[in-house]
């Protein structure tokens, strides 16, 4: 059996970050944030204690805002969801003294805050002095697809294990059902799963064995991805297994019809498969770009 068909090209989603190779002007970066886990700060290449639940949460808001100023209407709606106590704002200005120090250990005092700083409209996390593991992971993905148009798919899956790689746990832990993290948490899972994905899509192009074995753990969590489903059906075609192979489109059109009440895409029909030399449905167009 042949190796002829073709490896679907990654599905993405854009870069929705300020792009990657943005010049920033020239600053010392004084903090490194984690959000892909546990809210973690570095300072100094070690880790900082960050204080109280309450500390911690305003933090991930700030971190999940970063460079953009958040009014303090906004964190005391944050942290005490519609009923802040009268010391509210007295608290909140704590928490923020409190992050201040443990962030910039060094500044002297009545020297301004150079990471959380005072705006006109709020606090923010000055984008020019710290880093976020969120934008890594990001620049890695977007360097791992830029890899795969250009043809190179062992730099495409170098780059795509590197930003696997900084994820410790669901993002934002803590307050990952927060309302005012939702929405980026779902975002961020979702975009982890295409790059898992692109990241199989690229195991397959360089002729890896473990393909297989890390699509079938893959579909077995997450059994409506019809990418993966398509990726796991060449993958099982190139092994041999023509028959698994098939019965995987049938599995994922069944699911999407009674689950979803939808048809797979042509890539996924069985009846294609049937009809496209033996279970080849990979040889067609691009698959079209995941969008928010």
């Known amino acids: 059996m042949g190796n002829a068909a073709v490896v679907p090209v990654p599905r993405r989603r854009p870069p929705e970050y300020p792009r990657w190779t943005e010049e920033r002007e020239p600053a010392r970066i004084r903090a490194e944030f984690r959000a892909l886990g546990p809210i973690e700060a570095v300072v100094g290449d070690r880790l900082v204690d960050l204080g109280a639940p ?72 000055d984008r020019r002095v710290v880093e976020l593991d969120v934008h890594r992971f990001g620049a890695h993905a977007a360097a791992g697809w830029q890899a795969w148009d250009k043809g190179d798919p062992p730099r495409a899956l170098s780059e795509f294990d590197a930003a696997l790689a900084l994820w410790r746990g669901q993002p934002y832990a803590e307050v990952a059902n927060a309302s005012y993290v939702m929405p980026e948490v779902a975002r961020l899972e979702e975009l982890q799963l295409s790059v898992i994905e692109a990241r199989c899509a690229a195991l397959l192009a360089v002729g890896a ?48 019809s009674e689950e979803l009440g939808i048809d797979p895409g042509p890539r ?25």
């Open 54 to 125: 309450k500390q911690r949460s305003l933090l991930a808001l700030l971190v999940s805002r970063a460079g953009q100023p958040v009014a303090v209407e906004a964190m005391l709606e944050a942290l005490w969801v519609g009923s802040p106590p009268p010391a509210a704002t007295t608290s909140l200005q704590a928490y923020v003294a409190n992050l201040r120090r443990v962030l910039e250990p060094d500044r002297a005092p009545r020297k301004p805050a150079t990471v959380l700083r005072t705006t006109p409209r709020g606090y923010l996390l």
């Open 209 to 256: 064995h473990e393909a297989v074995a890390e699509l079938e753990a893959f579909i077995q969590a997450h059994p409506l991805r019809e990418y993966g489903c398509e990726l796991l059906s060449l993958a099982l075609y190139r092994a041999g297994r023509q028959a698994d192979a098939l019965g995987v489109l049938r599995t994922i059109q069944k699911r999407l």
């Open 268 to 292: 996924c029909s069985t009846s294609n498969a049937r009809s496209s030399t033996r279970l080849r449905p990979w040889t067609g167009t691009r698959p079209r770009p995941c969008r928010p």
